[in-house]
């Protein structure tokens, strides 16, 4: 898992912040950055599987910042 590259995750839970993925680690996918447009009711991505570029990772933390709509656009 690098910076830049991406990952593909089961989403795991939905928040009013964004989304948190199952990515080896639990990676963080902020609202603004689920898609293009808004993203509507988050909850319904549960149990979805996305791809999404890395744009942090904090190995200390073992936190993970993800964005999806970086690949969509």
């Not at 963080?28 to 509507?40: E, H, N, T, V």
């Amino acid at each position: 898992m690098q910076t830049g590259g991406t990952i593909r995750g089961p989403v795991i839970e939905a928040s009013r912040a964004g989304l948190v993925l199952d990515v080896g680690l639990r990676g963080f996918l902020p609202k603004s950055k689920i898609g293009a447009g808004r993203a509507g009711n988050l909850k319904s991505y549960v149990g979805q599987e996305l791809e999404c570029k890395v744009v942090e990772v904090d190995r200390r933390r073992n936190n993970v910042v993800l964005s999806r709509r970086e690949l969509l656009v």
